[in-house]
């Protein structure tokens, strides 16, 4: 639409939208403060403002109904109860939609509001919420100041309608008003100049003003009301007009509006006025001149009140101070406000992605730099070196500067999945509540981005699969309430991303029941607990044995996993039986650059990511054990690991056999801890991550690859894919045509 | 002299939508973000109008009229709030609180300004 003002309209409701979730969230806890629920007031009152704005009725009404019941919360006529916070945080959800709708130009089929709307309705019981008529007949394009009269108690008799037994002999020409202000008025900023000058614009106009309540100067009180005016309007305009004039003031003066009546026009000309009108009493104390002004007016307020070809006074001089000291700045809205929230800058997401990626590249050309200077045997500048280790050290803050421009915390993401446990949560009739931690954690925009949707099935699964039905949970003798916790942790370069239910945990005979049945697996195959758990993630796998509406939508865990490996992650899985079920996605802390260890396979340079060594040892000769003619097995501290060929693997040459092999220690998601055999250890250097699969497609074994700083290209190993075995499947048999996917036993 | 105006309001959408009326107005447009904000923002700015929100975090519209008022910079300035509902109650209460006038959200650009220039004396 292109309408800057709706934009921040958008922008900002979203956020109002994000903390009306926290407010509401923090509503379920047992203490939670007033300030609370006066910000989830907040919140709606402020989208319903700014829907209005823009003319977003839906938007409005539902806010309209949402705010009047918190409305009720927040002044504790409504006791808050379990089920109307259901309502409220569903309604929520509702609401979130329609601006959602409201963005995008769609409208929400009136019959699912409506679901919503009689709900909150039901809040209040019957007939509360009237006031949504109110705004469903508001005219927006209409003219927004509220004309009706005040609620003016006593002083109702001041409006004296006009009788038609009045008009006679005479004709009614305008009005008589009667004018007295009190002091309130001038202490609400009121100005009796403006109003009479106002009513000027009516029509022609007479004034007389009363001085019988001046005193004389003992004790005259210069802040209180001693004028009052009485003035005859001819005018055609209705008695509305007149009371529009005096619309902010009722309350604050005794006003008498009466017909004026006479003979018809064309008589009057113009009438002088009988006494200035002067606006001085109302000037603040401390400015004693305005006394004065009462005998001697000014100049400028000598003038009568005439008619409309009279030019008015300026009041606003009348009522003008001495001389303010001006003002030393006038900040503005943007950026200059300290007092904003938050100052942001939106950035187009290209600009950063450009700037990172010449990041990337300066440091590329600073590992350059310094290969070439240490392999300078002769000459060799010290003093360069260390300026060259200088630019490597700001070369990497830039970086990590550039870096944090990208980062996001993963709130917002995770406050959409306590929508997602909701809706699960009613679907399969199980009582279900999300505990969100480390929300504040923050990870690389495209990752928040990207995670959406495999997160969002993970809290399906969890809650259609992972929670046991009720009458289970009342069996096993835990609570009603399901907890799915969802958090998440930065760990040593990595970003942890944990979701956890309380469930019954994996029922692994039975999944090896149905992998078999499905024909994933052989029927004779036998297999690990970690193997069978990692069938949850093939292909065509599903648990369910009736589909569900949650779960039966085609996507498995197998797109869960795809996503979260095509953003360089991993994700692994810990059951405990009766206890739930814990999937753990593990996910580099940027997208662009990595430590990684350099290293040599089969006359290969290869990068081996840092976050996955655990170390790297040369054993003895008697520590390794052949099994068999293929297996390795190392054994480290009490246990047996498996040794895994590298260059083998990939398809290098290799001596097929190792004496003294140089072992990194990797932890792999599928097999526990593993060995990587390598030829050397060249150096440990950050790497820039260049993606390989925009040109080749997805390599297996390898994720991604880097330009070394002799210029040399350098694949990026994938320790988990190299150690599952699956690799060497792929390179070694050609011909089977395998799922990259597929754990590697079963075409053991 | 160019006509002075505080807005306080927590909505940004409502600060952006005022600034833009109030400056193709001609005023001289200042914004606050909650009643503290615009209550020292009044010192600083020295408005000739203050036009505030009523529910806002911090301190509310009426706490903000009151604090005006009770001060002793212009205490007679003139404050309009700004409300989405026309009640009577709310408005009474209002004035009771001392507000000059009131403006009932949403707002079209002829009739905020029309009010303003009516309770500041400014003709067109």
Redesign the interface.
Same mark, same amino acid.
């Given at each position: 639409m292109g309408n800057p003002i709706l934009d921040t309209f958008f922008e900002e409701t979203e956020e109002l939208l994000e903390s009306l979730a926290e407010g509401l969230e923090s509503m379920q806890g047992a203490e939670f403060d007033k300030e609370t629920v006066n910000s989830v007031f907040r919140a709606v009152h402020s989208i319903k403002g700014g829907a209005g704005a823009f003319k977003l009725t839906d938007l409005v009404n539902f806010a309209h109904s949402f705010e009047t019941v918190m409305d009720a919360v927040r002044s504790e006529t409504l006791n808050l109860t379990p089920q109307i916070l259901h309502t409220l945080t569903r309604s929520a959800d509702c609401l979130a939609d329609l601006v959602d709708a409201a963005r995008s130009g769609r409208t929400i089929p009136e019959e699912v509001t409506a679901a919503f709307l009689t709900a909150l309705q039901g809040c209040l019981g019957e007939g509360e919420i009237e006031a949504v008529d109110a705004w469903d007949n508001f005219e927006f394009a209409a003219v927004t100041l509220d004309l009706g009269p005040m609620d003016i108690g006593a002083e109702d008799e001041a409006y004296v309608a006009p009788t038609a037994a009045e008009d006679k002999a005479q004709v009614k020409v305008g009005f008589r008003i009667d004018f007295r202000p009190h002091r309130g008025l001038f202490t609400n900023g009121h100005e009796p100049a403006l109003l009479l000058a106002a009513l000027s614009e009516l029509g022609q106009m007479t004034t007389n003003i009363d001085l019988s309540n001046l005193r004389d100067w003992t004790g005259f009180d210069p802040t209180d009301s001693h004028l009052s005016w009485s003035v005859d309007l001819r005018s055609d305009e209705s008695e509305i007009a007149v009371q529009d004039v005096f619309e902010f003031v009722h309350g604050l003066c005794d006003l008498k509006i009466a017909p004026l009546m006479g003979s018809p026009p064309a008589t009057q000309t113009d009438a002088p006025s009988t006494g200035p009108i002067s606006g001085a009493i109302a000037t603040p104390v401390g400015e004693p001149a305005a006394v004065v002004g009462v005998q001697a007016p000014k100049p400028a307020l000598a003038e009568p009140f005439g008619p409309a070809s009279a030019p008015p006074p300026q009041p606003a001089q009348m009522i003008a101070s001495p001389a303010r000291p001006k003002a030393k700045s006038e900040r503005g809205e943007d950026g200059s406000d300290p007092k904003g929230p938050k100052a942001t800058l939106r950035v187009d997401l290209d600009r950063v992605d450009r700037l990172i990626n010449a990041v990337g590249e300066l440091i590329i050309n600073q590992a350059m730099i310094a290969q070439r200077l240490q392999d300078m045997t002769s000459n060799r500048d010290d003093d360069l070196v260390m300026h060259i280790e200088d630019y490597r050290l700001l070369a990497r803050d830039i970086q990590e500067g550039v870096m944090a421009i990208r980062a996001q915390p993963v709130k917002s993401l995770f406050q959409r999945m306590s929508r997602i446990v909701r809706e699960a949560a009613d679907t399969t009739g199980k009582n279900a509540e999300l505990v969100t931690s480390g929300d504040g954690t923050e990870v690389d925009k495209t990752v928040v981005e990207r995670l959406a949707d495999p997160l969002t099935h993970m809290i399906r699964n969890a809650v259609d699969h992972g929670l046991e039905s009720r009458e289970a949970r009342a069996a096993a003798g835990k609570p009603p309430m399901g907890i799915i916790r969802l958090t998440a942790a930065h760990r040593s370069g990595s970003v942890i991303i944990t979701v956890k239910d309380d469930g019954a945990g994996l029922n692994r005979p039975k999944i090896l029941e149905i992998a078999k049945s499905k024909g994933l697996v052989p029927p004779d195959a036998e297999l690990t607990d970690a193997e069978i758990d990692q069938l949850l993630f093939m292909a065509g796998f599903s648990t369910a044995t009736t589909v569900s509406n949650l779960s039966g939508r085609g996507v498995g865990l197998d797109v869960v996993r795809n996503a979260v490996q095509a953003l360089g992650g991993r994700i692994s899985i810990a059951t405990t039986r009766g206890f739930g079920t814990e999937f753990t996605i593990t996910l580099p802390l940027t997208l662009a650059v990595m430590d990684g260890m350099v290293v040599t396979v089969g006359g290969q340079t290869l990068v081996v990511p840092i976050t996955s060594i655990i170390e790297t040892i040369r054993p003895l000769s008697t520590d390794l054990h052949k099994i068999g003619t293929d297996e390795t097995l190392l054994s480290i501290r009490g246990r047996m690991i498996p040794v895994v060929d590298v260059a083998r693997s990939l398809g290098f040459p290799s001596a097929g056999t190792f004496n003294a092999p140089l072992l990194l220690l990797v932890e792999s998601e599928h097999l526990g801890e593993c060995a990587l055999v390598v030829d050397s250890v060249q150096d440990q250097r950050q790497v820039v991550i260049k993606s390989l699969e925009s040109n080749f497609g997805s390599v297996p074994g390898v994720s991604a690859a880097t330009v070394l700083g002799d210029g040399r290209i350098a694949l990026i190993l994938d320790p988990d894919a190299i150690a599952s075995g699956r690799v060497t499947a792929s390179y070694q048999k050609p011909n089977t045509i395998l799922n990259a996917e597929r754990p590697a036993y079963v075409n053991a | 002299?160019t +006509? @002075?105006v505080l807005a306080i309001d927590?909505? @940004?959408?409502?600060?952006? +939508?005022l600034?833009?009326v109030m400056e193709a107005a001609g005023f001289?447009f200042?914004?606050?973000?909650d009643g503290v904000?615009g209550v020292?923002?009044y010192a600083?700015?020295?408005p000739?109008i203050v036009i505030t929100d009523i529910?806002?975090?911090k301190m509310d519209g009426y706490g903000v009229i009151d604090a005006i008022?009770k001060g002793d910079i212009?205490?007679?300035?003139?404050?309009l709030v700004l409300t989405?509902e026309?009640g009577?109650?709310l408005?009474?209460r209002a004035?009771d609180a #001392?507000?000059?006038?009131?403006?009932? @959200?949403?707002?079209?650009d002829?009739?905020l300004v029309s009010?303003i220039r009516?309770?500041? #004396? +400014?003709?067109a």
């Open positions: - | 002299m +006509l @002075k927590d909505s @940004k959408t409502i600060r952006e +939508l600034r833009s001289d200042s914004s606050a973000v904000d020292e923002r600083e700015v020295r000739d529910n806002m975090p008022r212009d205490n007679q300035v003139p404050i989405t026309s009577d109650k408005k009474s004035r #001392g507000a000059t006038g009131w403006i009932v @959200k949403p707002f079209d002829v009739s009010v009516r309770v500041t #004396g +400014l003709v």
